[in-house]
């Protein structure tokens, strides 16, 4: 299973990026899928997650109301669009891919894309 990550990069605080991860190796659309982020120095924390159909979604409360995820089976693609980007949410962000289910445990990752907020 590979998980290609994408979209990172330097945003001013109230800015927006999107994350895309691109799942290779697994039926995409049988798997509940989440995004995860690394600041430094902290342990790595969840974000948000989808189920495999798209019909449900769970944020961490720091991503509530700011960011979305969302995707697109037919492109085996999962999203986080982040927007009202704060300093704090400069991170590694990471794709994954849930042995069971969302709740997971996560079993597969994707390399991490950089986001770096500057206030």
């Known amino acids: 299973v590979q998980l290609q990550a994408s979209g990172g990069g330097l945003v001013q605080a109230g800015g927006s990026l999107r994350l895309s991860c691109v799942v290779s190796g697994r039926t995409f659309s049988n798997y509940d899928m989440g995004w995860f982020r690394q600041a430094p120095g902290k342990e790595r924390e969840f974000v948000a997650a989808i189920s495999w159909s798209g019909g449900s979604t769970h944020y961490a409360d720091s991503a509530k109301g700011r960011f979305t995820i969302s995707r697109d089976n037919a492109k085996n693609t999962v999203y986080l669009q982040m927007n009202s980007l704060k300093p704090e949410d400069t991170a590694v962000y990471y794709c994954?891919?849930?042995?069971?289910?969302?709740?997971?445990?996560?079993?597969?990752w994707g390399q991490g894309t950089q986001v770096t907020v500057s206030s």
């Open positions: 994954a891919l849930p042995k069971y289910g969302i709740n997971g445990p996560w079993d597969y």
